[in-house]
């Protein structure tokens, strides 16, 4: 789909967006972003002011076509573009590359016919890799696949993060998605935390490389431009040392503690992120407990509401001028399914609405991410509460991004390019390779005769659990009980304890992370009986103690599908990926840790970088 274009009487063709017949300044193509930006934040109106200031998740519709029906307390998609005005949208449920590219021009289409016609800038949380969960990822549908964040940090190689994020961004292009709500940098040194495989590990050092490279190869280069996606890094100033591992989306797991007084150094990668010219940062809701920097002690709200953390330390003595989003729904409860999610105001809880509104904006946040108030915002600059000059200071910011992507010049997208490059079989066949190479090998026993148990032959009779049938059979003969086996293949998930009592809770996996008795001695009986393959998913760095002695081949991923798995069993892809934190050996290890030191349980059974796998010849 192409854009109308006017030709102007020296010749010059642009969008005629708000249908006056004359190029006006931030109509002009030839004009720089920031000339472009200061023209048009003196032609807005109030109300499209305002709705520059929310940024709330949407829906496509069926095949293509826009949501107009309401759904889960969601409005009409018409009622957000035309009505409020809100031209930034987190894209939750998304059809495949041609449905979504086609859902992405209808979009903004509707957004052509606002007053100045203000392109739609829609937002993703990270697509290409393996965790479902609406709230911080979504599996990779469409697009290709690859590891987590946390399994490039295994292999730690800089150059494949970097190739990463071109395709990423080549793929995001495709169908219109122009805004990341990624990387996430956030140091992953409290091992309870559930959100770290989405994290580049604990190192800040090698964390810092990681997000120059992910951020070249998503933006482009530090300024932005018409083939970027721009990227709002998160969670500053680093979400990773929670008080025992609880996340902050919880009232539980408000608070962030430093007991080793290890602020500055989750700081690292933040300010790689800014000097690589990240284009939006995202403060985290936590909020910090008894924490000091320069003599003065910092508010116990959360990073969102904290002016200190803001605009004192980001803004001022870090320098950064760009967007700060918000994550989502600080000021407003959310009602799902009968129960109540609460705001995550931590520290502010006990404020109302306008309150929490006023010390958001005062704290420096430009947009009010998952939210959607916009009648209370105008309400309390009409009556003096928020004035329309603070609105300015972040609606410039807001918009000179979308001038910088080239939104306004084209935001449309063709359908066939979409289908035709996302997925396809180049960028496949890297994520797959990138699947594989992540696959961490922290155990291989040799048999009597000093030949390792990797690669496996193929030909093998395969008792299987946790591995798709149809994958494993291409590599040996799949039998139904364990002592009829040459080899058991398994593949188990680290542990959580389940929750379910606030919306949402369930998809976070958090608490202990030993494994329950029944699943141990169920192993151990199989391992009585026939050589153990068994692979657990590291989201979060399980107790393995008891699984270590049982295992002939004990593997660590972050990850990969079926076929990666098998292909790095048998050599077929060298799997060259070491951990990339360490393995504690008792959770009495790692309550007696503290929350924000790397490395820091006693005597872990597997050291931060174990891996055995270069060892292994390939077949």
């Known amino acids: 789909m192409k854009p109308i274009l006017t030709t102007a009487d020296d010749g010059t063709q642009y969008r005629d967006l708000n249908g006056n017949g004359v190029l006006d300044p931030f109509e002009d193509p030839r004009l720089t972003p920031e000339q472009r930006t200061a023209d048009l934040v003196g032609r807005l109106s109030l109300e499209e002011k305002v709705g520059l200031m929310f940024h709330p998740v949407i829906h496509a519709g069926p095949d293509g076509t826009l949501a107009e029906t309401v759904v889960g307390g969601r409005p009409k998609t018409s009622d957000t573009v035309s009505g409020r005005l809100i031209t930034h949208y987190n894209v939750h449920t998304l059809g495949g590359p041609r449905l979504g590219a086609r859902w992405m021009n209808a979009l903004q289409s509707l957004a052509e016919r606002t007053p100045h016609g203000i392109p739609v800038t829609v937002s993703t949380d990270p697509r290409h890799a393996f965790v479902e969960n609406s709230e911080v990822s979504f599996k990779a549908s469409g697009f290709s696949q690859w590891p987590e964040p946390l399994g490039f940090a295994a292999i730690d190689d800089v150059d494949l993060v970097r190739r990463f994020a071109e395709i990423a961004r080549q793929e995001y292009r495709a169908v219109g998605i122009r805004s990341a709500l990624h990387p996430q940098i956030d140091l992953t040194t409290e091992p309870r935390w559930g959100r770290q495989v989405q994290c580049f590990g604990q190192d800040a050092g090698r964390a810092s490389e990681y997000v120059r490279a992910y951020l070249e190869g998503f933006q482009v280069a530090p300024q932005l431009g018409p083939d970027s996606v721009s990227c709002i890094t998160k969670h500053f100033p680093g979400a990773g040392p929670q008080l025992d591992g609880e996340d902050a989306h919880f009232p539980y797991g408000r608070e962030q503690v430093y007991p080793g007084e290890m602020f500055e150094y989750h700081l690292e990668p933040f300010r790689a992120a800014i000097e690589a010219g ?187 659990e946790g591995v798709d049938h149809t994958v494993a059979a291409r590599y040996g003969t799949l039998v139904e009980h364990p002592e009829d086996a040459d080899l058991a293949v398994i593949r188990v998930k680290a542990p959580f304890e389940a929750r379910d009592d606030i919306p949402m809770e369930r998809k976070f996996h958090q608490g202990s992370l030993e494994f329950p008795p029944g699943l141990r001695y169920r192993l151990r009986r199989i391992a009585d009986r026939v050589p153990v393959v068994l692979d657990v998913e590291l989201e979060r760095p399980a107790v393995l103690t008891p699984l270590v002695d049982l295992a002939t081949v004990l593997v660590g991923s972050f990850g990969g599908g079926d076929e990666a798995f098998f292909a790095a069993l048998t050599g077929e892809v060298h799997a060259d990926a070491t951990l990339p934190m360490e393995i504690p050996r008792s959770m009495a290890a790692v309550r007696a840790s503290r929350s924000d030191v790397p490395s820091d349980t006693v005597d872990p059974v597997f050291p931060v970088r174990s891996g055995v796998r270069r060892q292994v010849p390939t077949a």
């Open 278 to 464: 990240t284009a939006g940062m995202m403060p985290y809701y936590a909020m910090p407990q008894g924490l000091v920097r320069n003599g003065e002690p910092i508010e116990e709200v959360g990073f969102g509401y904290n002016k200190q953390i803001l605009t004192g330390l980001l803004r001022g003595e870090l320098g950064y001028d760009g967007a700060i989003v918000s994550d989502w729904k600080l000021v407003m409860d959310r009602d799902m399914d009968g129960r109540v999610f609460p705001a995550r105001a931590w520290g502010a809880e006990h404020l109302s609405a306008r309150e929490r509104v006023v010390k958001v904006l005062d704290a420096g946040v430009d947009q009010f991410g998952g939210e959607d108030f916009t009648d209370l915002l105008l309400t309390m600059v009409r009556d003096g509460e928020v004035t329309e000059a603070r609105l300015d200071v972040s609606v410039s910011r807001l918009l000179l991004v979308k001038f910088r992507l080239g939104l306004f010049d084209d935001p449309f997208v063709d359908e066939d390019a979409a289908e035709e490059l996302v997925g396809c079989s180049e960028f496949a066949a890297e994520g797959f390779r990138a699947q594989a190479r992540s696959f961490t090998v922290l155990k291989v026993e040799r048999d009597d005769e000093d030949v390792p148990a990797l690669p496996i032959r193929s030909g093998q009779r395969l008792y299987v």
